[in-house]
């Protein structure tokens, strides 16, 4: 199993940027596909971005064109950069990996109009 760790959520105005990170222990990091999950209040989590181990990645048609998910591998990390932000992309952001479907704590993403 690995532990996640998430970080780069705030409060952004509508259109602006903002860059997540969700940091993974131990070493097998490289072999393991990640995502981006994401729960609005009063919604259910919903998937956003996943990568796989050769890099393939792929998107919820709600972020396509907006969002860009990337992992180095050498740092152990996934980022998710989101762009043109809206209002309806405020939620808690989780990162996963799909091989153990571990959780990282979340990090709050809220876009002001």
């Known amino acids: 199993q690995v532990q996640l760790v998430e970080s780069g959520g705030g409060l952004v105005q509508a259109g602006g940027s903002l860059r997540l990170s969700c940091v993974a222990s131990g070493s097998i990091f490289r072999l393991i596909g990640m995502r981006w999950y994401r729960q609005a209040p009063g919604k259910q989590r919903e998937l956003v971005a996943g990568?796989?181990?050769?890099?393939?990645?792929n998107y919820a048609d709600s972020v396509k064109g907006r969002f860009t998910i990337s992992r180095d591998n050498a740092k152990n990390t996934v980022y998710l950069q989101m762009s043109s932000l809206n209002p309806d992309d405020t939620a808690v952001y989780y990162c996963n990996d799909a091989n153990f479907g571990s959780w990282g704590q979340g990090t709050q993403v809220t876009v002001s109009s």
């Open positions: 990568i796989t181990t050769s890099g393939t990645t």
